[in-house]
């Protein structure tokens, strides 16, 4: 390792851990009491920190330290006064070594591109599966051969009397670990597998170089980029649900797989970058980046899972939600609507208007559901101009529809229920969100007072705010009181 290398190693690993602390210590003492419990949102970047430093250092001991070979690239090791050389035989049993080993045994000043030069054939990227320099124990006694230097001739003579001998014995037997290119060690390493499942292989393996990396890390913060971003409407989710729902599983699924995928090749790739005596500041950013790129794509995905749970999605996708009863009253002037509001409701309304033209209103009975249904059912009833009609129980999504009406009519016997959105898997709740502000915007376009919506927006998803007859009429979300068929 070069002097600068030594250098960079130890102040970004070894000084690390005190230099955490010392950032740790400062933000609890001096941030603490002014962040309160704002520090807490600091947790996961703290940990995901560690667990990023910990990573490298741990990258970095198993690559950088030469007692250690890669597990792929199918070397053996060799000991000579403290250093260990690595050697592998190619298919025509040629013993290689690992060029880096006898520049450090013997103290090569020349230049890798200098000796490639100087020995096309014997000095060279040999192995099938490793970027490293490699060269032959012939052009090692050729270049060193005139040496006076006793630690140079003890290092030739241990060359001819035992590593090649013994490195030609071991190739020549068919349990060698130590030939890459033969028998299962092939096939494990998948030389011979061809096409897409054969790239796919190499790049799990980090055998891709780094445009590869880039090429499927840029795939891969696209399809994040595009989960993030994709909001359909509440009327084309409402309309076209299950082929959202295949759209964001697929994406959600895949995601996920193919950040594992490439966050172990970009892993690997590092760790044949440094076993290839490259550029140890390039390494790190690679590794860095994967790491970060992993965590990115891994913790938008978890959120927007949490958003809408991969369970929901199949559901939906299966058409399997809660669905309410939708039928027409006596006199075929009304729907009457009972039940939970699940993805399929709009759709349910929209064919019974279709079949029915003479329909001049709706009547709700409904806990409420999906706020996608409730967006989408309450523009579908607005456009409609349809009155609403409301003598048991409406709350949460079916506010919305009802405020949607052209006519809302109150029972004395009904009761409503409103809070800010939210999903019931989720724990605790998260303040206003596009919902809410979307929820508020709608109220507010259908003539409901700003003093009844700031009350909607400060009950949380958890509970429920059931606001009387006066409060009802006062803000007016309804527009009349309803007796009835006769009413």
């Not at 037997?173 to 060690?185: E, I, K, N, R, W």
């Amino acid at each position: 390792m070069s002097p600068f290398h030594q250098f960079l190693y130890r102040i970004c690993l070894r000084s690390a851990w005190p230099m955490v602390m010392a950032m740790l210590f400062w933000v609890l003492v001096v941030l603490g009491p002014l962040l309160g419990r704002g520090l807490l949102d600091l947790l996961p970047l703290l940990v995901a920190g560690l667990g990023a430093y910990f990573a490298l250092r741990a990258l970095h001991r198993e690559t950088l330290n030469g007692a250690r070979a890669l597990p792929e690239t199918g070397e053996l090791q060799y000991g000579f006064a403290g250093h260990t050389v690595h050697a592998f035989s190619d298919p025509e049993g040629q013993v290689w070594l690992r060029a880096r080993d006898v520049r450090r045994v013997l103290g090569l000043q020349r230049t890798d591109a200098w000796m490639a030069q100087a020995y096309p054939d014997d000095y060279r990227r040999a192995h099938p599966g490793s970027a490293a320099w490699f060269v032959r124990p012939g052009t090692v006694h050729r270049h060193w051969g005139g040496s006076t230097w006793p630690e140079v001739n003890r290092f030739l003579h241990f060359l001819e009397r035992e590593l090649v001998p013994l490195q030609e014995r071991r190739a020549a037997s068919a349990s060698v670990p130590g030939q890459p290119a033969t028998g299962d060690a092939a096939d494990a390493a998948g030389s011979g597998k061809q096409g897409v499942p054969g790239y796919l292989a190499r790049q799990w393996r980090g055998e891709q170089g780094l445009l590869h990396l880039a090429l499927w890390g840029a795939v891969l913060a696209a399809l994040v980029s595009h989960v993030l971003l994709f909001e359909p409407s509440p009327a084309e989710l409402a309309a076209h649900y299950r082929r959202y729902a295949l759209i964001l599983l697929a994406e959600l699924l895949g995601g996920t797989l193919l950040s594992a995928w490439w966050g172990v090749g970009a892993w690997r790739a590092a760790r044949r970058w440094f076993g290839a005596d490259r550029s140890l500041l390039a390494g790190l950013v690679v590794a860095m980046a994967g790491m970060t790129m992993l965590l990115y794509a891994f913790d938008h995905l978890a959120d927007r899972d949490r958003q809408m749970s991969l369970f929901a999605l199949a559901v939906m996708a299966a058409d399997r939600d809660d669905k309410p009863v939708v039928g027409l009253s006596g006199d075929g002037q009304r729907i009457e609507l009972s039940g939970e509001m699940g993805f399929g409701t709009t759709n349910l309304v929209r064919s019974l208007l279709a079949r029915h033209p003479g329909i001049r209103g709706i009547e709700l009975d409904s806990p409420g559901g999906s706020a996608s249904e409730g967006f989408a059912l309450a523009e579908l009833v607005r456009d409609r101009h349809l009155d609403v009609y409301v003598s048991t129980s409406c709350a949460s999504a079916c506010v919305l529809v009802f405020a949607g009406g052209q006519e809302r009519l109150a029972a004395p016997s009904a009761r409503f229920g409103l809070h800010r959105s939210g999903v019931a898997w989720r724990s605790g709740d998260s303040g206003i969100s596009d919902t809410d502000r979307r929820m508020a915007a709608w109220f507010a376009a259908q003539g409901v007072s700003a003093p009844f919506i700031e009350r909607v927006m400060q009950t949380p998803f958890r509970e429920m705010w059931e606001p009387g007859a006066g409060e009802l009429m006062g803000s007016g979300l309804a527009t009349g009181e309803w007796r009835g068929e006769g009413g």
